[in-house]
C-alpha cells in the first residue's frame, strides 16, 4: 500500500488519468495498471489520491487536536458525554484522522 492508498484504487486513479496511448497499450483494462506506466500518470494518480484525503480530512466538523482536548477534558471530568459510546466514537475519529494525515504526509 503506498502511502495507505488500497492497490486497486490506485490502479482505478492510474486508468483513470492515463493518455489515449496509455489506455491502448494496457489494452484498455482497469487491471493492467497495477504498476505505474508513466512519470506524468503516476504523479496525477497520486494527487488525486491526496487530494481526496485531504478533502476528506476538511469535511470533519472537528480537528484532531479538538478531538483530542476533548478526551482529555472528558478524562479530567471537565465535560460530560450522552452516553458511552460518544467517546469510542471520539477515539474512532482521532485515528481515522491520524491515517489520513500518516497517507498525507507519505504521499
Do not use: C, Y
Not at 503506498?2 to 490502479?11: N, R
Not at 479538538?66 to 477534558?73: N, S
Amino acid at each position: 500500500r503506498l502511502g495507505g492508498i488500497d492497490p486497486a484504487v490506485l490502479s482505478a486513479l492510474r486508468a483513470l488519468f492515463s493518455t489515449d496511448a496509455e489506455w491502448e497499450a494496457a489494452g484498455e483494462a482497469v487491471g493492467n495498471f497495477a504498476q505505474s506506466v508513466s512519470v506524468e500518470n503516476e504523479n496525477a494518480a497520486l494527487l488525486a489520491a491526496k487530494t481526496a484525503m485531504q478533502l476528506e480530512l476538511q469535511s470533519k466538523p472537528t480537528t484532531l487536536q479538538e478531538d483530542l482536548d476533548h478526551i482529555k477534558r472528558v478524562e479530567q471530568g471537565l465535560d460530560k458525554l450522552t452516553d458511552a459510546e460518544e467517546l469510542l466514537a471520539i477515539r474512532f475519529r482521532v485515528e481515522k484522522k491520524k491515517l489520513l494525515m500518516d497517507g498525507i504526509a507519505k504521499l
